[in-house]
């Protein structure tokens, strides 16, 4: 057992560029004994990490369990208490669609103490990365965040509820809903509604598609995206700013 006292530290890691991670978030990973890191973080920010740290993968992606969200729990409780500092790093902002706040409730019972690193959302990060503002005058006045997918894996009541609005909508883990996330905005008579799906985003392998609820079906089909991506609905993807870093990966595609 570490004579070290046991605590965790839930670390967002930001959306993806490696880059677009927090000073706070970097002396969190240096002084952790354990890092458990999930699928979604760009594995170069483990290089912060020290030489005697433990890094362990216990990454979700759909069809593929590392570990399930039990066992994260009691390997987080099990190494705070045998080596100290656990970091538990992940992608974009652990308290949006991340767990964050589920493995600190679960932990505190134990008597670790408990932190939180914000991190830069995914939700955010990946449209602007495309010049996308989520709200702009005369365009969006609000936005909404939504995951696709609830624990019961059917498609959220919120995707029902943010097609009736004007605002611009970001849904995240919702590839494998978007057939029916296209009828729900079909029913709302939104079928020229702009789309982009963003693939990777702020990576260097980003993929992008931009087109309209009518065709984006056909777009992703195109261009063979899949996830992990966001989904972007609303007036603003057509007012999209001309960014340098956009007009440059098109010259070099």
Not at 114 to 134: D, E, N, R
Not at 148 to 166: F, G, P, R, Y
Not at 205 to 212: D, L, Q, R, S, T
Request: include cysteine; proline fraction near 4%; hydrophobic fraction near 40%.
């Amino acid at each position: 057992m570490s004579h070290k006292t046991p605590k965790l530290t839930v670390v967002g890691a930001g959306p993806g560029d490696e880059d677009l991670i927090t000073l706070k978030a970097i002396k969190s990973i240096e002084s952790a004994d354990v890092v458990l890191y999930d699928a979604l973080i760009n594995e170069s920010l483990l290089k912060y990490a020290s030489e005697d740290a433990e890094l362990i993968f216990v990454g979700k992606r759909k069809g593929c369990y590392a570990f399930q969200q039990e066992q994260i729990n009691e390997l987080i409780v099990s190494k705070a208490k045998e080596r100290g500092h656990v970091v538990r790093l992940k992608g974009g902002d652990p308290f949006i669609f991340g767990r964050g706040s589920e493995e600190i409730d679960y932990v505190k019972p134990f008597g670790l103490e408990t932190y939180m690193v914000p991190g830069i959302s995914s939700a955010l990060a990946v449209p602007a990365y495309q010049g996308i503002p989520l709200t702009k005058r005369g365009a969006s006045e609000s936005f909404w965040v939504v995951t696709a997918t609830t624990k019961d894996h059917a498609l959220s009541s919120d995707v029902a509820l943010a097609a009736k609005s004007s605002a611009t909508i970001v849904i995240l883990m919702g590839m494998h809903k978007l057939h029916e996330i296209v009828k729900v905005f079909y029913a709302e008579n939104k079928r020229n509604t702009p789309v982009a799906v963003i693939q990777n985003g702020t990576r260097d392998n980003e993929n992008v598609g931009i087109g309209y609820i009518r065709n984006i079906q056909q777009i992703v089909n195109e261009k063979q995206l899949s996830a992990p991506a966001i989904i972007v609905i609303g007036e603003v993807v057509k007012q999209r700013a001309e960014l340098d870093s956009i007009y440059s990966k098109v010259v070099e595609d």
